[in-house]
């Protein structure tokens, strides 16, 4: 029986009919990510833009998640051709393209994942794990299709070109960083102001009448949920690193007994 590739986020979104609920997996740990991925949770976002992830470390963990039912997605450090085709070719179906601020930018991020005459992807499916080395049939005429791009809008020249990046052929879906977004506002650290949750909202309803999904990053549960019945289809609800380093702390402030007036060496 001839090989197959699994769905992409779309396609799974499409069949689950309901919005997707998923965490980061920042970790650059294999074992971190396969205890994450048989967690329940229907998406995992492996990054490499904050986080310690090269290239083995991001083949290594598509492996270790690759058992579980859910789905993956993969944010590289940047827009780039080259990067791109690297993770393509690793087996990445599902891309994330961190801090796209125009239409311009979201057509090259489409050509970096389509393959010549309508991309750049440069060719090398017989040394690829993508093709299962050749072994998928007519990978080459069907790539496109079991790949999906998600682009971040996180700015506000973003925001400002929502619109325009939504026409963009190709782009699958928005995926909005709060964060950045109100940096880029002069809010920083204030993810949760209301100039923020407004933009966010704009951009949820320019998604909604393109027709194309949003989804959005919202670690406090009630934003989350208020994203979600604004009509957001998938979220980001935690992070490996950040429940670790809270679980940890949460332990340390039950035994530990700080002495009175020291203050802890730190790096």
Same mark, same amino acid.
């Given at each position: 029986?001839?090989?197959?590739?699994?769905?992409?986020?779309?396609?799974?979104?499409?069949?689950?009919?309901?919005?997707?609920?998923?965490?980061?997996?920042?970790?650059?740990?294999?074992?971190?990510?396969?205890?994450?991925?048989?967690?329940?949770? @229907?998406?995992?976002?492996?990054?490499?833009?904050?986080?310690? *992830?090269?290239?083995?470390?991001?083949?290594?963990?598509?492996?270790?998640?690759?058992?579980?039912?859910?789905?993956?997605?993969?944010?590289?450090?940047? *827009?780039?051709?080259?990067?791109?085709?690297?993770?393509? @070719?690793?087996?990445?179906?599902?891309?994330?393209?961190?801090?796209? *601020?125009?239409?311009?930018?979201?057509?090259?991020?489409?050509?970096?994942?389509?393959?010549?005459?309508?991309?750049?992807?440069?060719?090398?499916?017989?040394?690829?794990?993508?093709?299962?080395?050749?072994?998928?049939?007519?990978?080459?005429?069907?790539?496109?299709?079991?790949?999906?791009?998600?682009?971040?809008?996180?700015?506000?020249?973003?925001?400002?070109?929502?619109?325009?990046?939504?026409?963009?052929?190709?782009?699958?879906?928005?995926?909005?960083?709060?964060? @950045?977004?109100?940096?880029?506002?002069?809010?920083?650290?204030?993810?949760?102001?209301?100039?923020?949750?407004?933009?966010?909202?704009?951009?949820?309803?320019?998604?909604?009448?393109?027709?194309?999904?949003?989804?959005? *990053?919202?670690?406090?549960?009630?934003?989350?949920?208020?994203?979600?019945?604004?009509?957001?289809?998938?979220?980001?609800?935690?992070?490996?690193?950040?429940?670790?380093?809270?679980?940890?702390?949460?332990?340390?402030?039950?035994?530990?007994?700080?002495?009175?007036?020291?203050?802890?060496?730190?790096?």
């Amino acid at each position: 029986m001839p090989l197959q590739l699994g769905p992409t986020f779309y396609q799974s979104l499409d069949q689950t009919g309901r919005p997707l609920a998923g965490m980061w997996v920042c970790s650059g740990s294999p074992l971190v990510a396969e205890i994450c991925a048989g967690a329940g949770l @229907d998406w995992i976002l492996v990054d490499a833009e904050h986080s310690p *992830n090269g290239l083995e470390s991001i083949l290594a963990q598509l492996q270790a998640i690759h058992g579980y039912p859910v789905q993956v997605m993969v944010r590289p450090p940047v *827009n780039d051709t080259v990067v791109i085709k690297q993770y393509l @070719d690793l087996g990445v179906q599902n891309l994330l393209i961190p801090m796209v *601020n125009s239409g311009t930018e979201a057509a090259a991020a489409v050509a970096a994942v389509r393959y010549p005459p309508h991309g750049v992807r440069g060719v090398g499916s017989a040394l690829a794990r993508a093709s299962r080395w050749n072994r998928v049939p007519d990978y080459l005429a069907e790539a496109t299709g079991t790949v999906s791009v998600t682009v971040q809008i996180e700015s506000t020249a973003a925001v400002d070109a929502v619109e325009e990046i939504l026409a963009v052929d190709g782009v699958d879906g928005i995926f909005l960083g709060p964060s @950045d977004l109100a940096a880029s506002m002069g809010l920083l650290g204030q993810q949760e102001h209301p100039q923020v949750r407004d933009a966010v909202g704009h951009c949820i309803k320019a998604a909604t009448a393109a027709g194309k999904p949003a989804g959005v *990053n919202a670690f406090n549960p009630d934003t989350a949920r208020a994203y979600l019945d604004a009509g957001t289809s998938f979220v980001l609800v935690g992070a490996d690193v950040a429940m670790l380093a809270r679980g940890s702390e949460a332990l340390a402030s039950q035994f530990v007994r700080p002495s009175e007036g020291a203050v802890k060496a730190s790096y």
